[in-house]
Every structure is written in C-alpha cells, then in structure tokens.
C-alpha cells in the first residue's frame, strides 16, 4: 500500500512564500506521476500542479502560474510545492496525490490519481 504525507502548511500574510513537501512511502516516489490539488473552503478540490515521474512534463493551474513551482528530488524522493506571493484567494486544504505505479505521465484529472495524502492546510490572510 502507497502512503502520501503532506507537511508544510501554515498560516502566513499575503505575498509571503511556503513551500509543501510530499513523499510517498511504499514505493519511491520517483516511480510516481505527482499531482498537487486543493480545495478551498466550501469549494470543490482543484487542480494546482502536477509532475511526470520524469520530471520532464510539469502543469499548472492558470491561477498559480508564475507563481507557484513543483519539482522533485529523486534523492529525497519527495516532490515540493514552492508558492510564492501567495493570496488569500490560495487558501485552502493542499493535498498531494501520486499516479498509480509506473505510469509515466503527469494529469490534471483527480480521478486519474490513485493515492491521496491527507491534506495540509494553507491559510493567508490579507
């Protein structure tokens, strides 16, 4: 069984910077497409960002764009979640989330994930 664990999450002011970390346990995570969504509250979950197993195919939200940066430390097997000048609209519940095993390709779709962390929450006030 796969295990996703969110941490980094907090509460900061606007245009202040965060970065979340995720690893997957069970397999390393470089075996893994990653994906980092988020659900404000009373809102649906969205898409935020997501990473091949490669790293060589990155997405984003048009929301974060420019502002927020994935990436992936095949060493460290964890991927991170780098936001700056963050908003109070950024608020929200981030969870990550990995592809099932050995596919290779990044998606901006919540059901093409398999494993899902727990969630970490992000809060900024204006």
């Known amino acids: 069984q796969v295990q996703v664990v969110e941490s980094g999450g907090g509460l900061v002011q606007a245009g202040d910077s965060l970065r979340l970390s995720c690893a997957a346990s069970?397999?390393?995570?470089?075996?893994?497409?990653m994906g980092w969504f988020r659900q404000p509250p009373g809102k649906e979950r969205e898409f935020v960002s997501a990473?091949?197993?490669?790293?060589?195919?990155?997405y984003y939200a048009d929301s974060v764009k420019g502002r927020f940066t994935i990436s992936r430390d095949i060493a460290k097997n964890t991927v991170y979640l780098q936001m700056n000048g963050l908003k109070p609209e950024d608020t929200a519940i981030y969870y990550c989330?990995?592809?099932?095993?050995?596919?290779?390709?990044?998606?901006?779709?919540?059901?093409?994930?398999?494993?899902w962390g727990q969630g970490t929450q992000v809060t900024v006030s204006s």
């Open positions: 989330a990995a592809r099932s095993p050995d596919i290779i390709a990044a998606s901006t779709l919540r059901y093409e994930y398999a494993y």
């Open positions: 069970g397999r390393t995570a470089s075996r893994y497409a």
């Open positions: 990473i091949s197993r490669t790293g060589g195919r990155i």
